[in-house]
């Protein structure tokens, strides 16, 4: 899990970096990003909901924890949606497309990068400790 939380960190410092830099980015940096989003979260998800979420649902076992659970299902749902649309604008930059809105391109990434952040800090605060693991 540290090492999930650690790649999901790497990626947010990494669309930081492109947003801090619009409308004047590197496109390689963008195509890499860009590919590696959604692979990247779609195994940690996977992990999560199948590790970590049960083992957490096994030690709390009440109706109003689970519901933190089932909205961390969602996020994960909500999160997937959305890097599917800053992949397809990170991909049309590094392929050569001109930023005619860098304001809104960074407020869509920061919207993003800043969503991930808030989901590893509530499970490093309240699902790790409860399943054994400290950070």
Known sequence: MKRAHWEKLQLCDALERIADALPSVDRLKCLGTANAIIPLLRDIHRYEETVIFPAYEEVVGSNANLAS???LRAEHAEDECFAGEVTEILLAIGHGKTID???AVGFMLR?????LRRHIAFEREHVLPMIGFVD
């Open 69 to 71: 659970t089932r909205r």
């Open 101 to 103: 809105n860098a304001e």
């Open 111 to 115: 919207g993003f990068f800043e969503s």
